[in-house]
């Protein structure tokens, strides 16, 4: 007999050939196609073989594992085997013929066996096809093998509308309907709790709202179910203790996000700014380091390294770090602005105006370009041209209240209060919670000499929160109102309370000293100023630094403010670091002259010329959409603190 073996390796042994008196059965295979491979099997395995005859044609059910291939013997085969075996042949060039059936079918298997076989074959294969698929069906229903999930893999939509949640949420929060956004998280956690990516929008939105401690709840339960591995709950997380002031608890959210993944370059940037804070400037730059080092370099790691060295005041060096940043990324307007910025403070108008231009290309419709550079003009005497660049600001972004902030104070300046009066309502309309809008409303009525109306609207502004430094400036603003109206008690209190915020406003120490002094109190005034000095923290450059401070600088303009004001006036100057910086001066120049009408016309679909009649058409749209989710959830009590007559 003769051995088949397939290209498969589990073979199916059968007779093949259908006289008992063959050695061998040479007739070609139904399939023309079909491989056929010869094996010598030394003689003695047909004991073995006829071992297996009764239970290859037991009318039971086999208990062999359903994964193994069946054995079937025939008649003819064993009757062969006894022949040869009584007389003593031991050839070892007798062959057993084998080969592997095609189970695609009963009908396929009747047709390759004998017709001896034929109906003991097709019981038992059929008997075997229930057994294997009973047991799969067995094996699917154990629990063991099922992932935890909330709900059956049956019931679980399809991928796509996760990605389709999370973009509705994110909808719905950007229009203030924090109600709905939150119940499509919600969903989207259930449906999918392996995925960290609705634990962190839901945080974000919560943290939005104020709502601290639900937010925590949710990052807890969001780093539980992804078994720690996720960086982004846990960086998240970190920057909500670092917001409420847990500074402690924060690096050790910080340094679990590295442990999960040392490439995620925001922790590494959201601990060291943490310890820049902190005044641990040398702990902060071994973190950037690390940082850099994993990220193989990006521009906001050499923005925010050069914003340190401009700090420090290293130009040269700050320019040269500010080229590669933009370097890696032209469309990155963050560093555009930063080194503008940077220009600004330095006088470097034309340099600065042109670092201006290049952000706006970068991003047209970044707020924080449009508003900085309007600044900037104004401050430069350009009104006109100041006021455009606000107004296109806020044609691109109506929801800011920023704009409209300093729109208010460029026209009570230049034009009339009654205008400002209208702009600052309608900042405080598009968003009730944003302080500095309270607190430079209440300054333009007292400067009108409208007392009451300013404590009134100083008073909303610390009721919206009372631990932030917007809350301890305006405290320290309300203490001058105090001081100079006579009541000087009340100053001191306000003056007291905003240091208990912030003690390090060298300008609120001052000023409590200067009230002192003018009330004859020359000690008191002198106890104030030794305070100041033994309580500041004494922040340390190292100028022998090792490249490589990493970031995700959040390109605010507060926070770009806080760090390129953090010295004061009366510090000396340090030495600029030598450095290279790339000629990107002379390249800008060579772009030719920036046309701002034709540019927005063109890439913003906005007339220059109408923008008043924008700002109307926006006014209408807003007085009559339906109210949002945000008005349902800002409280009556900060609602009623301020009555409407106090407001005209």
């Given at each position: 007999?003769?051995l ?17 008196n063959s ?5 070609p ?10 094996v ?21 059910v ?37 080969r ?26 059929a008997?075997k ?7 799969s ?53 259930m ?12 945080g974000?939105?919560l ?10 709840a949710?990052y807890?339960?969001g ?14 997380w970190?920057?909500?203790e ?27 940037h ?6 820049i804070?902190q005044?641990?400037?040398r ?17 906001y790691?050499?923005?925010?390294l ?19 940043a933009?370097?890696c ?5 963050a ?25 706006v ?7 924080f ?9 104004a401050?430069?005497?350009n ?11 806020h ?9 409209l ?6 026209e009570?300046?230049?034009t009339?209060?009654?205008l400002?009066?209208v ?7 598009i ?7 309270w ?12 007392i ?27 203490g ?24 390090q ?9 200067a ?10 005034a002198e106890?104030?100023?030794?305070l ?15 490249i ?13 403010k ?17 450095g ?14 920036f046309?701002l009408?034709a540019?927005v ?5 906005l ?24 008005d ?13 007559s106090?407001?005209?």
């Amino acid at each position: 007999m003769q051995l088949f073996s397939p290209p498969k390796t589990r073979l199916t042994f059968f007779s093949a050939c259908h006289s008992p008196n063959s050695y061998s059965c040479t007739s070609p295979h139904p399939n023309p196609n079909f491989s056929h491979s010869f094996v010598k099997v030394p003689i003695n395995v047909l004991a073995s073989l006829l071992l297996l005859k009764s239970s290859c044609f037991s009318s039971k059910v086999s208990l062999a594992s359903p994964l193994e291939e069946q054995i079937i013997c025939s008649e003819s085969e064993a009757r062969a085997g006894e022949e040869r075996d009584e007389e003593g042949e031991a050839d070892e060039n007798v062959v057993l013929s084998v080969r592997r059936p095609v189970k695609e079918g009963l009908d396929e298997v009747d047709d390759s066996w004998g017709s001896g076989n034929e109906n003991v074959g097709v019981f038992e294969y059929a008997s075997k096809l229930k057994i294997d698929q009973g047991i799969s069906e067995f094996v699917k229903k154990m629990p063991m093998f099922e992932p935890e999930r909330g709900v059956a893999l049956e019931d679980k939509p399809l991928g796509i509308n996760l990605e389709l949640g999370l973009y509705r949420a994110k909808v719905l929060a950007r229009n203030f309907q924090f109600k709905e956004a939150e119940q499509i998280l919600q969903k989207c956690i259930m449906l999918w709790p392996e995925d960290g990516r609705p634990y962190v929008a839901l945080g974000k939105l919560l943290c939005k709202q104020s709502k601290f401690a639900e937010a925590r709840a949710i990052y807890e339960r969001g780093s539980q179910a992804t078994e720690g591995e996720n960086p982004y709950i846990w960086q998240c997380w970190a920057v909500l203790e670092n917001k409420i002031g847990n500074v402690r608890r924060a690096r050790e959210l910080f340094d679990a996000a590295t442990v999960a993944d040392k490439r995620h370059v925001a922790a590494w940037h959201g601990w060291a700014v943490l310890e820049i804070k902190q005044g641990n400037i040398r702990k902060a730059r071994n973190l950037l380091s690390k940082g850099l080092k994993y990220s193989k370099g990006n521009e906001y790691i050499y923005q925010t390294l050069a914003l340190l060295e401009a700090k420090g005041n290293r130009t040269e060096q700050a320019r040269y770090l500010f080229g590669q940043a933009t370097h890696c990324n032209p469309k990155s307007c963050a560093s555009w602005l930063a080194w503008a910025q940077v220009e600004m403070q330095q006088e470097n108008n034309h340099l600065a105006r042109l670092l201006f231009e290049k952000a706006v290309q970068a991003s047209p419709k970044n707020r924080f370009a449009w508003h900085v550079w309007a600044l900037f003009e104004a401050n430069q005497g350009n009104i006109e041209k100041g006021r455009k660049l606000l107004k296109i600001g806020h044609a691109l972004n109506p929801r800011d209240p920023i704009l409209l902030q300093s729109l208010a104070l460029l026209e009570y300046r230049h034009t009339s209060a009654n205008l400002a009066r209208v702009l600052f309502r309608r900042a405080s309309e598009i968003d009730p919670m944003h302080q500095p809008v309270w607190i430079a409303w209440g300054w333009m009525e007292w400067k009108e000499g409208n007392i009451n109306t300013a404590r009134e609207l100083y008073r909303r502004a610390v009721s919206i929160d009372s631990t932030t430094e917007s809350a301890a400036r305006c405290l320290q603003a309300w203490g001058v109102l105090e001081q100079r109206v006579g009541n000087l008690s009340a100053a001191r209190r306000l003056f007291k309370s905003s240091l208990n915020i912030n003690s390090q406003s060298y300008v609120t120490w001052m000023t409590w000293a200067a009230l002192e002094e003018e009330q004859g109190n020359a000690v008191r005034a002198e106890e104030i100023r030794s305070l100041y000095f033994q309580q500041r923290t004494e922040v340390v450059d190292d100028a022998s630094w090792a490249i490589g401070l990493l970031d995700i600088f959040d390109p605010a303009l507060d926070g770009i403010k806080r760090l390129l004001n953090c010295r004061r006036p009366e510090e000396s100057k340090g030495d600029s670091v030598g450095g290279k910086a790339p000629p990107f001066p002379g390249e800008l120049d060579a772009g030719g002259r920036f046309d701002l009408d034709a540019f927005v016309k063109e890439k913003l679909s906005l007339d220059a010329s109408k923008l008043d009649e924008q700002m109307e058409r926006d006014e209408t749209k807003r007085s009559w959409r339906r109210p949002r989710g945000r008005d349902v959830w800002r409280s009556q009590r900060r609602t009623a603190l301020l009555p409407e007559s106090t407001l005209t």
